[in-house]
T-cell receptor, first 109, second 116 residues
Framework: GESVGLHLPTLSVQEGDNSIINCAYS??????FIWYKQESGKGPQFIID?????DKRQGQRVTVLLNKTVKHLSLQIAATQPGDSAVYFC????????FGQGTELSVKP | DAGVTQSPTHLIKTRGQHVTLRCSPI?????VSWYQQVLGQGPQFIFQ???????GRGNFPDRFSARQFPNYSSEPNVNALLLGDSALYLC???????????????FGDGTRLSIL
């Protein structure tokens, strides 16, 4: 039969606002986490990573927070721009790289 | 600097055929991993190659295999294609195998495989 793609969680923000994208992971042994941005027709693009011995890491306009107690990861994007519109994936590495479902970010001008 | 390059960008096959994809990693990267991404989902790990050997494998049947060459490029093969093999196939490279030296994997733009 015909298969239908899953509906991704979506986040819609106004240009200039801050965005927060959340991710829950399952493997408590994972020691390395990465956020990727995937635009339509492109492969995932590396944004920022964090090791399990840290709880926060900042990049240019992006911050990743890691809460190992509740196995939660978040990506904060400051002053969101239209070019930030994409699907965002968190990935954990406890051996092989495991991707989450993804969140579609839409930025309104 | 060239990133990860994959070819072809699109491919159409019929059920039962086989397919070979190609990937050139970033210069200096020795590890190549392959992922399958179906519409609306995150990439699923197929296998990883390092120093020409398979170093890890996901939940994919033996129809999926690959090689890594001395220049670290990689070619996966999929035999006896099924309709469900229709997906975007992504190649990712990293400097090393991972482990304690955690390094990000960098992706190519993929090969879109359609099975009719």
């Amino acid at each position: 039969g015909e298969s239908v793609g899953l509906h991704l969680p979506t986040l819609s923000v106004q240009e200039g606002d801050n965005s927060i994208i959340n991710c829950a992971y399952s493997n408590s042994a994972s020691d390395y986490f990465i956020w990727y941005k995937q635009e339509s027709g492109k492969g995932p693009q590396f944004i920022i990573d964090i090791r399990s011995n840290m709880d926060k890491r900042q990049g240019q306009r992006v911050t990743v927070l890691l809460n190992k107690t509740v196995k939660h990861l978040s990506l904060q994007i400051a002053a969101t721009q239209p070019g930030d519109s994409a699907v965002y994936f968190c990935a954990e590495r406890g051996g092989k790289l495991i991707f989450g479902q993804g969140t579609e970010l839409s930025v309104k001008p | 600097d060239a990133g990860v390059t994959q070819s072809p960008t699109h491919l159409i096959k019929t059920r039962g055929q086989h397919v070979t994809l190609r990937c050139s990693p970033i210069s200096g990267h020795k590890s190549v991993s392959w992922y399958q991404q179906v519409l609306g989902q995150g990439p699923q790990f197929i296998f990883q190659y390092y120093e020409k050997e398979e170093r890890g494998r996901g939940n994919f049947p033996d129809r999926f295999s690959a090689r890594q060459f001395p220049n670290y490029s990689s070619e996966p093969n999929v035999n006896a294609l099924l309709l469900g093999d229709s997906a975007l196939y992504l190649c990712a490279s990293s400097l090393s195998l991972g482990g304690r030296e955690n390094q990000p994997q960098h992706f190519g733009d993929g090969t879109r495989l359609s099975i009719l």
